[in-house]
């Protein structure tokens, strides 16, 4: 039973910050992506970034530059830095962990961000 635990969400003005951190627990291999998505009200949810186990890093066009994927493989944890925040990244963030080469996608709970003046 694989399962995943967010924190970190929150309120933050334009222009602030906030830290994401998902842990996961359970039985997986030493090889798998993990990643953040978010899910706007009424529509699919869009991949933020993900990043492999190799250190590998991919990012939404719309949060490069502002938003870093880190993950720390001892504490079965991964972050999401978010600077800049803006209003449009106001949503429910998911973390996502993806063992490599497999179809099966393990999702946590979701986070809500709000980016409010």
């Known amino acids: 039973q694989v399962q995943l635990v967010e924190s970190g969400g929150g309120l933050v003005q334009p222009g602030g910050s906030l830290k994401l951190s998902c842990t996961f627990s359970?039985?997986?291999?030493?090889?798998?992506?993990m990643g953040w998505y978010r899910q706007y009200p009424g529509k699919q949810r869009e991949l933020v970034a993900t990043?492999?186990?190799?250190?590998?890093?991919n990012y939404a066009d719309s949060v490069k530059g502002r938003f870093t994927i880190s993950r720390d493989n001892v504490r079965n944890t991964v972050y999401l830095q978010m600077n800049s925040l803006k209003p449009e990244d106001t949503a429910v963030y998911y973390c996502?962990?993806?063992?490599?080469?497999?179809?099966?996608?393990?999702w946590g709970q979701g986070t809500q961000v709000t980016v409010s003046s």
């Open positions: 359970g039985s997986i291999g030493s090889m798998y992506v």
């Open positions: 996502n962990l993806n063992p490599t080469g497999s179809r099966v996608n393990y």
């Open positions: 990043m492999t186990s190799g250190g590998l890093k």
